[in-house]
C-alpha cells in the first residue's frame, strides 16, 4: 500500500480506540462454552451427558453435517488471525503490539476461539459424529490455510471480515433456528449465542469500512467491487477429510439446501452491506469509482438472476457418504 494510505490507518489509530474497540465485550463479562456444557467436576456430570444425547437423537444426519463444517470453518481460526496479520498499516508487528488495530485482532481472535471449542465439545458429547474424522480435516485445513486474495490491503480485508462476519451471523442463527425445530433447545442456544457473537463483530467490522468510504470513497468503492469481482470465497473452502474431493461442495450444497447458508444469503448480504455503507449515494467519485459504484448496487439482482437458472438446471440430488458421520449417506 502506497505510504498515503498507511498514513490513513495510523491516523485512525485514536479512532479506532474509541469507537471499534467498544465493541469487544470484557473477559469477565463474556461467555465461555462451559457455561453450555456438562460439568466435569459435579456428581451429575455423566446424568447431564446423558441428556445431551438424548437431546441430539431428534436431530438428523445432514444438520450435523453442516454444524460440523461450520465447526470447522470457526477451527480455523489460526488461518483468519494469519491473514489479518497480513494486511498493511494493522498487523500485529510483534505479537503484542498496542496499537488499537493488533489490540483489535488479538482480542477479536479470543472472542471467537469460543466459538469452534464450544461447537467442538458439543459435538463430541452428543456421540453421533466421527470425532477422528473431524479433527484430521481441521488439519487438514489449517495446513493448507487460505489466500482470500486480500493483497495486505486492509480495504479489501475489511470489506472481506464484513461480509464474513455477516454470513456466520445468518448461517449460526440458522443452525439455532433448526435445532430448536428439531427440539433441541440447549443447541438452539448455543448456536444463538454464537451468532450474537458474530452480529458484534459485523457491526464493528462495517464500521470500519463506513469511516473508509467517509474519507476515500473512490478507494473504498474501487475495493468493493475488486473484491466482489474476485468473489468472496468462503474461508472453509479447501477443507479435505482424507477422502472426498469435494468436502467443501458437498457441505455447502447440504448447507444451502437446508437453507443455513444459501446463494441468496450471498446476494442479501451484498445488498445489506451496499445500504450499511450507503454505496448508491456517494458522490464525487472518479469515472473509475462510478464505473465501479453502478456494477455494486447491479450486482445483488444479478447474483439472484443467475441463482435462480443455476437452480434450475441443477443435478438431481444424490446420495453422498460424509467420513463426518461415520459414512452414512446423506442427501445431497
Ligand atoms: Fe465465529
Ligand atoms: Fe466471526
Redesign the pocket.
Known amino acids: 500500500m502506497p505510504p498515503e494510505k498507511l498514513e490513513i490507518f495510523k491516523s485512525l489509530e485514536g479512532w479506532a480506540q474509541e469507537n471499534i474497540l467498544v465493541h469487544l465485550k470484557p473477559v469477565e463479562k463474556c461467555w465461555q462454552p462451559q457455561d453450555f456444557l456438562p460439568e466435569p467436576e459435579s456428581e451429575g456430570f455423566y446424568e447431564q451427558v446423558k441428556e445431551l444425547k438424548e437431546r441430539s437423537k431428534g436431530i438428523p444426519d445432514d444438520y450435523f453435517v453442516v454444524l460440523v463444517g461450520d465447526m470447522i470453518t470457526e477451527e480455523a481460526l489460526p488461518t483468519y488471525q494469519t491473514i489479518l496479520n497480513t494486511l498493511d498499516g494493522i498487523q500485529d508487528e510483534t505479537g503484542a503490539s498496542c496499537t488499537s488495530w493488533a489490540t483489535w485482532t488479538r482480542a477479536w481472535t479470543a472472542e ?1 476461539n469460543r466459538h469452534g471449542d464450544l461447537l467442538n465439545k458439543y459435538l463430541y458429547l452428543s456421540g453421533r459424529v466421527d470425532m477422528k474424522q473431524i479433527e484430521k480435516t481441521i488439519q487438514y485445513l489449517i495446513g493448507s490455510g487460505m489466500d482470500p486474495k486480500m493483497e495486505n490491503n486492509p480495504y479489501l480485508g475489511f470489506i472481506y471480515t464484513s461480509f ?2 455477516r454470513a ?1 451471523f445468518i448461517s449460526h442463527g440458522n443452525t439455532a433456528r433448526l435445532a430448536k425445530d428439531h427440539g433441541d433447545l440447549k443447541l438452539s442456544q448455543i448456536c444463538g449465542t454464537i451468532a450474537s ?2 452480529k458484534r ?1 459485523e457491526i464493528a467490522y462495517t464500521k470500519i469500512v463506513k469511516k473508509l468510504f467517509e474519507i476515500d470513497p473512490n478507494d473504498t468503492i474501487l475495493a468493493l467491487a475488486n473484491m466482489m469481482k474476485k468473489n468472496i470465497s468462503m474461508p472453509a473452502h479447501l477443507m479435505y477429510d482424507g477422502q472426498d474431493d469435494d468436502l467443501f461442495q458437498h457441505y455447502s450444497a447440504i448447507a444451502q439446501r437446508l437453507g443455513v447458508y444459501t446463494a441468496k444469503d450471498y446476494a442479501d448480504i451484498l445488498e445489506f452491506l451496499c445500504q450499511r455503507w450507503n454505496v448508491k449515494n456517494l458522490t464525487g467519485l472518479s469515472g473509475e469509482g462510478s464505473r465501479a459504484q453502478d456494477f455494486v448496487c447491479g450486482l445483488p439482482p444479478r447474483i439472484r438472476r443467475l441463482e435462480e437458472r443455476a437452480q434450475m438446471w441443477a443435478k438431481q440430488a444424490s446420495m453422498i457418504p460424509f467420513s463426518w458421520v461415520f459414512n452414512r449417506e446423506i442427501n445431497v
Open positions: 471467537e464474513q462476519e456466520t457473537d458474530e463483530h
